[in-house]
């Protein structure tokens, strides 16, 4: 099973300001097999990356992804106070096999 | 539009059986891959199940042989049955579409519908 961390734990940034938060693979994933999620207080995750770099519909180009093999990188740049969330990334594997980081809380100052 | 809603959740004691159901509307579920996937209170997410438009089943090992995954194709609704429910279920369950052309990753979510195992 592919346990994937996140890190920072938590990050606490100001408006303006660029967030870059890590998830690194127990093994190596493929880079179409891993996405990005944002999870605000009280609502159900939302899609913002695919295949590692591709963002999904609706999201703003502040949001990139990048990284492959068994280090990836969501980035977004010029924060908001809207973009104050629980971040998640997730890997598909074999099985087939779904797991899910333990997620990177990002406070807005 | 593209559209999960989850009913089902509720109070149940250790050991009883719950069935969520997730309706959809905005596609057909009988195209689709639809996975469970659940968040105990206060932690992070965790994978439960996924069929696929096929009909195959797969199952995280900590549900395997308690939950079943179905759908009802008439209905276009996905349903979680889930039986000899433990503490450690207790948990919103979410809904979540997976693409059919990529089956890495969920690109539309319910609202979610919360499990309390409680006695």
């Known amino acids: 099973e592919i346990v994937l961390t996140q890190s920072p734990g938590t990050l606490s940034l100001s408006p303006g300001e660029r967030a870059t938060l890590s998830c690194r693979a127990s093994q190596s994933v493929s880079s179409s097999y891993l996405a990005w999620y944002q999870q605000k207080r009280g609502q159900a995750p939302r899609l913002l990356i695919f295949?590692?770099?591709s963002r999904a519909t609706g999201i703003p180009d502040r949001f990139s992804g990048s990284g492959s093999g068994t280090d990836f990188t969501l980035t977004i740049s010029r924060l908001e106070p809207e973009d104050s969330a629980v971040y998640y990334c997730q890997q598909y594997g074999n099985s087939p096999r779904y797991s899910f980081g333990q997620g990177t809380k990002l406070e807005i100052k | 539009e593209v559209q999960l809603v989850e009913t089902g959740g509720g109070l149940i004691q250790p050991g009883g059986s719950l069935r969520l159901s997730c309706a959809a509307s905005g596609f057909s579920v009988s195209s689709n891959y639809l996975s469970w996937v659940r968040q105990a209170p206060g932690t992070g997410l965790e994978w439960v199940s996924v069929i696929y438009s096929g009909g195959s089943a797969y199952y995280a090992d900590s549900v395997r042989g308690r939950f079943t995954i179905s759908r009802d194709d008439s209905k276009n609704t996905l349903y979680l049955q889930m039986n000899s429910l433990r503490a450690d279920d207790a948990a919103v369950y979410y809904c979540?579409?997976?693409?059919?052309?990529?089956?890495?990753?969920?690109?539309?979510w319910g609202q979610g519908t919360l499990v309390t195992v409680s006695s």
């Open positions: 979540a579409r997976v693409p059919s052309t990529n089956p890495g990753y969920f690109d539309s």
């Open positions: 295949g590692a770099s």
